[in-house]
């Protein structure tokens, strides 16, 4: 499986100049001054399709060949690589079939659709999604397309922590949230690439802590699918691309919970006036918790999505 480096995040972040948006690096004097930290929250949620998944997807299937676009392709996702393929594909005229779970959040099912991608659900408990994408591929003849362990999809999803980087170059910390580990692979390149000393820190839900005890024990752990709020992180193991990278240039894994989660979420909306989904915020959810350890650093976060119900929304941040 191939790696990649700086330089393949640097042409991914050229194939998308023009046609992801450059997302706004956000500050607040009032969490900094709560936290004791410097806190840049790169705001992800306002990107295309709203979430960081859109780098990634497009990046990879800008590069297929004329052959291979006429086919279409295959992904599988519980929502914001669901999109962010479909959005991809209609943008470069290429068929798409997605492999979603029947219980996704129905805005990511609603939106998906209305990007023109057929959609195929499963059960997320009894059924295996890699199979289900592998079987229809074969059958049609297309390329899968994975969340997470690909190179190119990798890559892409490093632009979002290179224009943090090229706007904040000094950070002293970048946190940014864990499911299979390609935001994390991909941030890790970019920020480390760009500034050795620069700390790098992963965020996951604590019900589904896998990447931490792959991280200590220094082999993929595998955990059954996890039960949690964060929806776009109930993955299951690291990627076999995404894990040595992680091992090697990331400091630590925090874990993160649902209330926490919730916390985070509340203090983005009413302080920051931004709607962020409970993955989204995973990676502030962390910094705070990490912010006495690190009393005045100077903090970057990806807040890696906003797509959530606002019922659903309105319904968590208001909860005692």
């Known amino acids: 499986m191939t790696a990649f480096g700086l330089a393949d995040v640097q042409d991914a972040a050229a194939r998308l100049s023009g046609v992801a948006h450059r997302t706004p690096v956000v500050t607040s004097t009032r969490l900094n001054d709560e936290f004791g930290i410097s806190v840049h929250l790169k705001c992800e949620n306002l990107q295309r399709m709203g979430a960081f998944k859109f780098r990634g997807a497009y990046n990879a299937l800008s590069?297929?060949?004329?052959?291979?676009?006429?086919?279409?392709?295959?992904?599988?996702?519980?929502?914001?690589?669901?999109?962010?393929?479909?959005?991809?594909?209609?943008?470069?005229?290429?068929?798409?079939?997605?492999?979603?779970p029947s219980d996704a959040p129905v805005i990511k099912l609603t939106a998906t659709r209305g990007?023109?991608?057929?959609?195929?659900?499963?059960?997320?408990?009894s059924e295996g999604r890699e199979a289900i994408?592998?079987?229809?591929?074969?059958?049609?003849?297309?390329?899968?397309?994975?969340?997470?362990?690909?190179?190119?999809?990798?890559?892409?999803?490093?632009?979002?922590?290179?224009?943090?980087?090229?706007?904040?170059?000094?950070?002293?910390?970048?946190?940014?949230?864990?499911?299979?580990?390609?935001?994390?692979?991909?941030?890790?390149?970019?920020?480390?690439?760009?500034?050795s000393s620069t700390r790098i820190f992963g965020a996951e839900p604590a019900a589904g802590d896998d990447g931490k005890q792959s991280f200590d024990t220094g082999s993929i752990v595998t955990i059954p699918v996890p039960q949690t709020l964060a929806d776009g992180a109930q993955t299951t193991a690291l990627g076999r691309l995404t894990f040595p990278i992680i091992r090697e240039l990331v400091e630590d894994i925090v874990?993160?919970?649902?209330?926490?989660?919730?916390?985070?979420?509340?203090?983005?909306?009413?302080?920051?006036?931004?709607?962020?989904?409970?993955?989204?915020?995973?990676?502030?959810?962390?910094?705070?918790?990490?912010?006495?350890?690190?009393?005045?650093?100077?903090v970057g976060v990806i807040l890696s999505g906003g797509n959530v119900d606002l019922d659903r929304f309105a319904r968590l941040i208001s909860a005692p």
Request: glycine share 10%.
């Open 63 to 100: 590069r297929l060949d004329a052959p291979a676009r006429a086919a279409g392709v295959v992904a599988f996702s519980s929502g914001n690589h669901a999109q962010a393929v479909a959005l991809a594909a209609q943008l470069l005229g290429i068929p798409a079939t997605i492999v979603m």
């Open 115 to 125: 990007y023109g991608a057929t959609v195929v659900t499963y059960d997320r408990l």
């Open 133 to 195: 994408a592998q079987e229809l591929a074969d059958r049609e003849g297309r390329i899968v397309i994975p969340p997470f362990d690909h190179a190119q999809i990798a890559a892409g999803q490093g632009t979002a922590a290179l224009e943090l980087m090229d706007e904040v170059p000094d950070l002293d910390v970048v946190i940014a949230p864990l499911g299979g580990g390609g935001l994390l692979s991909g941030t890790a390149v970019a920020a480390r690439g760009i500034r």
């Open 255 to 298: 874990r993160v919970s649902d209330a926490q989660l919730v916390s985070a979420m509340r203090a983005l909306a009413s302080t920051c006036k931004l709607i962020v989904e409970p993955t989204g915020a995973l990676g502030f959810a962390a910094a705070a918790s990490l912010a006495p350890s690190m009393p005045g650093a100077k």
